[in-house]
């Protein structure tokens, strides 16, 4: 039930990979808004990875690892690319939705919002030179308790 992959940090090699893990993650019978949740979040990861992490070199390596289980999706993501800033996960950005000019939006950010709405149990550490980034995807149908 776990599907591990190393992959190069290009935008060719992460669309590849989540193409893999929606396989994966469809092959133990989650209903597709879970696989569709599972595929937003590690696409807005791996994506900030490629762009900020790695600053779109591609050269570098990428491991992502994904568990289905009944009520979820356990995942862990790790790179060898810059820290996050300040040392820990960036708080979700918000906008005012009743703002009248679109041009005053800030450029970016946006999809850390989509991260901390969609995932559960957020864990960022760095030891040494890696970043290690896991979470859980709960099913949309699980109870939490």
């Known amino acids: 039930m776990t599907l591990s992959l190393d992959f190069q940090g290009s935008s060719h090699a992460v669309g590849e990979a989540l193409g893999r893990m929606r396989a994966h993650v469809k092959g133990h019978g989650l209903a ?6 599972v595929e937003i979040v590690l696409a807005e990861v791996l994506n900030n990875i490629v762009e900020h992490g790695y600053r779109a070199d591609g050269s570098s390596l990428i491991s992502m690892t994904v568990t289905a289980r009944k009520n979820g999706v356990d995942c862990v993501v790790c790179d060898r690319g810059l820290g996050m800033p300040d040392g820990k996960i960036p708080c979700p ?3 005012d939705a009743e703002m009248k000019d679109m041009d005053d939006l800030p450029e970016g950010g946006f999809g850390w919002g989509l991260i901390h709405d969609l995932a559960s149990d957020l864990r ?7 970043n290690r980034l896991s979470f859980t995807i709960v099913s949309p149908t699980a109870s939490i308790i």
């Open 124 to 130: 960022y550490t760095r030891e040494g030179k890696e």
């Open 32 to 37: 597709p808004e879970h696989v569709d949740a």
């Open 93 to 95: 950005r918000r906008f």
